[in-house]
């Protein structure tokens, strides 16, 4: 597909962090953004594999990462789902170092207490949402919503 300089300018795409254990809400949100014509960078959900360590090979893990930060490099917009685990962490990071917008979507308020907190989540360019995954697809549209200080 060739696209020419105004169409790439309107695409948006999105990449989504999280753990496996947010498997079901990391797809509901893939698909409602693909939905509304954002493109998704890399839908690591498909390596269900990486679940089972005996069935998965460091090269298939060295591959996993270099597609992932790949996907994170090209997004244009990171949403991270909380609660997430090492990898989430990390793509976090390089979603940061490169400037990338950034979504940190928690149920809770688990973001701003002290005990379960990261320092990196207060950062200015980290926007915070508290809420429903519905909450957080406003947000990234654009809308205004309602979240917790």
């Not at 170092?97 to 973001?111: D, E, K, N, T, W």
Request: charged share 20%; aromatic share 6%; hydrophobic share 40%.
């Amino acid at each position: 597909m060739t696209v020419d300089n105004q169409e790439a300018e309107s695409l948006k795409r999105f990449y989504v962090a999280s753990s496996f254990r947010n498997i079901v809400n990391v797809r509901y949100i893939a698909q409602t953004l693909e939905n509304m014509g954002y493109v998704n960078t890399y839908d690591w959900t498909e390596n269900a594999s990486a679940l089972d360590g005996s069935s998965v090979t460091i090269g298939d893990l060295r591959s996993i990462g270099q597609q992932e930060r790949d996907a994170v490099i090209g997004a244009d917009l990171v949403v991270v789902l909380l609660p997430g685990g090492k990898g989430t962490h990390v793509e976090l990071g390089i979603a940061i170092a490169q400037g990338r917008r950034i979504i940190l979507h928690s149920p809770a308020a688990v973001i701003d207490d002290p005990g379960t907190t990261s320092t990196f989540y207060h950062l200015p360019e980290v926007e915070k949402c508290h809420g429903t995954l519905d909450d957080l697809i406003t947000m990234i549209l654009g809308r205004e919503v309602t979240v917790a200080d």
